[in-house]
């Protein structure tokens, strides 16, 4: 099993991300799969998920903000981040739960700063 993270990089206060994560090695679209982040002085926390029925989820932090969608054609799950603030800098990682195992990317930076 492989996850694979891209999009993340550098951006000012106010703007727009998209993360990427491709998934081989499992049956994506039986998947649940969900976006976490995490920073040095803060617990791993849950961004956002999407069940293999297409029900979403959100923390609080980043709902109305932040979009998650799942792409089962491609095995990839994305989530697109606007009106990003400093605090969402973190390392944002994606998990994926197929016949209850849990599989982790290596993660990808996104830093918002000016």
């Known amino acids: 099993v492989q996850l694979v993270e891209s999009g993340g990089g550098l951006v000012q206060p106010g703007g727009s991300l998209r993360l990427s994560c491709a998934a081989s090695g499992i049956t994506f679209s039986d998947s649940y799969m969900a976006w976490y982040r995490q920073t040095p002085w803060k617990q791993r926390e849950l961004v956002a998920d999407s069940t293999r029925y297409g029900l979403t989820t959100y923390a609080a932090p980043v709902e109305g903000r932040f979009t998650i969608s799942r792409d089962n054609a491609k095995n990839t799950i994305y989530l697109q981040m606007n009106s990003l603030k400093p605090e969402d800098t973190a390392v944002y990682s994606c998990?994926?739960?197929?016949?209850?195992?849990?599989?982790w990317g290596q993660g990808t930076q996104v830093t918002v700063s000016s």
């Open positions: 998990t994926a739960r197929s016949w209850g195992v849990d599989y």
